[in-house]
């Protein structure tokens, strides 16, 4: 087809997106297309704006390393992994869900943990902290021998494959539920962080006067044959930022109740006080259980 005009483009390119031959892919060409080209016509964007953008693109995608992903930190920054995590679960958007964004830090293949141990792998000065968890699915019911991830930033606010001072895999662990959808462990208290700001993403926030920070969280991964895969962050709603996360990503359901505790520990001699406890309840919905993408190696 030739152009003669403007207005003639969007059905020609529209035409072609719709010979595609499976069915979810021409949806999502059509739909992106139609949106794409209603943007340009929004925003009247400029040739040069254009070729900006293409190379903020392109620098994005160079930005991404072993130890780092620019994409996933974009997507979040913008809303919108969180708007497809909700959208996608909860009864698609209608109730609350556990479900959260996976962020830019997990990784594959953490150290087993028993039950009651410790996930603290070199030293860590920080507030004690206690985490007992269940799983269950939508009814309440346990879920027993579901493997569970877990993962967190240390007490100054990094994650072990950005601290060289963190031993390999501290503060990561994976366990097993027990016949009540049980697991427990010990750790340090989490404080919230900045996503790294010497990218794209960086020059976004400071474009638009938004501070960096995360509020402080646990990360958990939770898989189990017949369910799908739970991604799941608990924040702590005392943290100063619960209300403007960066990322978007704090939701009522997902805040968690940490306790601080003034008193000894009652079953740990070396915890004088103070330290803290976290009780929560992780709510798997069925469907399939697939291991997401590692963000990082």
Not at 113 to 139: Q, Y
Request: with cysteine.
């Amino acid at each position: 087809m030739v152009i003669k005009t403007e207005s003639d483009l969007t059905p020609a390119v529209l035409a072609a997106m719709n010979r595609t031959e499976d069915p979810r892919l021409r949806e999502i060409l059509v739909a992106m297309v139609t949106h794409l080209h209603a943007f340009v016509r929004e925003v009247r964007l400029t040739e040069v704006e254009f070729r900006e953008t293409t190379a903020i693109l392109n620098e994005i995608g160079k930005l991404h390393t072993d130890h780092h992903n620019e994409f996933v930190l974009m997507a979040g920054s913008l809303g919108v992994s969180s708007l497809v995590c909700l959208l996608n679960n909860g009864d698609r958007g209608q109730t609350e869900t556990s479900q959260s964004l996976l962020g830019p830090f997990w990784r594959l293949n953490s150290p087993r943990v028993e039950n009651g141990g410790s996930i603290i792998r070199s030293e860590t000065p920080g507030t004690p902290l206690f985490v007992h968890a269940r799983v269950v699915d939508r009814d309440g019911k346990p879920i027993a021998g579901a493997e569970v991830d877990v993962w967190h930033a240390s007490p100054v606010g990094l994650y072990e494959n950005q601290d060289p001072d963190q031993a390999e895999m501290n503060l990561r662990g994976k366990f097993m539920t027990d016949e009540q959808g049980r697991f427990w462990f010990r750790t340090v208290k989490m404080v919230g962080y900045p996503i790294p700001v010497d990218g794209v993403v960086g020059r976004l926030l400071k474009a638009q006067g938004r501070h960096p920070y995360r509020p402080a969280h646990l990360h958990a991964l939770i898989f189990k044959h017949g369910y799908k895969t739970l991604i799941s962050q608990v924040f702590d709603p005392s943290d100063p930022n619960i209300d403007s996360d960066v990322q978007f990503g704090v939701t009522a359901a997902l805040t968690g109740d940490f306790i601080r505790h003034e008193e000894p520990h009652p079953t740990e001699a070396d915890i004088p006080g103070p330290w803290f406890s976290l009780d929560y309840t992780y709510v798997m919905e069925p469907g399939e259980a697939v291991l997401p993408r590692p963000p990082i190696k």
